[in-house]
Nanobody
Framework: QVQLVESGGGLVQAGGSLRLSCAASGNIFRINTMGWYRQAPGKQRELVASISIGAITNYADSVRGRFTISRDNAKNTVYLQMNKLKPEDTAVYYC??????????????WGQGTQVTVSS
């Protein structure tokens, strides 16, 4: 089973930057799409950005142009560079990966979440 460990959250002033990392470990055969979601208090979890195994990216409209998602397949790690942060970006950020086993079973894996707080 794949385990995900996130890092890089914290407190930052508006206009600042943070970089989130999520490393997958365990008995990995293949990881397809990797992504980041976020959930603010009282709101539903939403997709922030995703990146396919072929490096095709997708962004929420609210972060496009400010956030950049990337991945290192050799390290099974996905990153989220967040620039020009706004108070409305405050949320718990969750890493998500789609794991495919050698028998072609597909699993949706989630990290434990990391808090990002942007002060005004």
């Amino acid at each position: 089973q794949v385990q995900l460990v996130e890092s890089g959250g914290g407190l930052v002033q508006a206009g600042g930057s943070l970089r989130l990392s999520c490393a997958a470990s365990g008995n990995i055969f293949r990881i397809n799409t990797m992504g980041w979601y976020r959930q603010a208090p009282g709101k539903q979890r939403e997709l922030v950005a995703s990146i396919s195994i072929g490096a095709i990216t997708n962004y929420a409209d609210s972060v496009r142009g400010r956030f950049t998602i990337s991945r290192d397949n050799a390290k099974n790690t996905v990153y989220l560079q967040m620039n020009k942060l706004k108070p409305e970006d405050t949320a718990v950020y969750y890493c998500n990966v789609i794991e495919v086993t050698i028998l072609e079973y597909v699993y949706d894996r989630w990290g434990q979440g990391t808090q990002v707080t942007v002060s005004s």
